[in-house]
């Protein structure tokens, strides 16, 4: 399954992004699911984000959410979140 930045507009954010099938959605979103350097994967959210935390010098957690790519080339699928965070950076962190 493609994953998608744009309507019909393939893209990723390098081959750790893939679809988030576990959830059984027709199209669910795309977070970064494999292996990075120095960074976990993301946690598929069944809102249609993706939540990473990491871990900082000196032992600081952060959490952070955001809109992630999608699996539906139109980008009409509910968990495309077309309207939010729409240049796919972190959109908000958790609060501490």
Do not use: H
């Not at 992630?68 to 139109?74: N, V």
């Amino acid at each position: 399954m493609t994953c998608y930045i744009a309507p019909n507009v393939p893209g990723s954010d390098g081959p750790w992004t893939k679809p988030c099938n576990s959830q059984g959605n027709t199209y669910p979103q795309c977070c970064a699911l494999g292996e990075r350097p120095g960074i976990a994967p993301d946690t598929c959210l069944l809102n249609g984000l993706c939540q990473n935390t990491r871990t900082f010098p000196g032992g600081r957690n952060v959490t952070g959410f955001w809109r992630p790519f999608c699996s539906d080339p139109s980008l009409n699928s509910a968990y495309c979140l077309g309207n939010v965070c729409r240049n796919i950076e972190v959109c908000m962190y958790k609060c501490t």
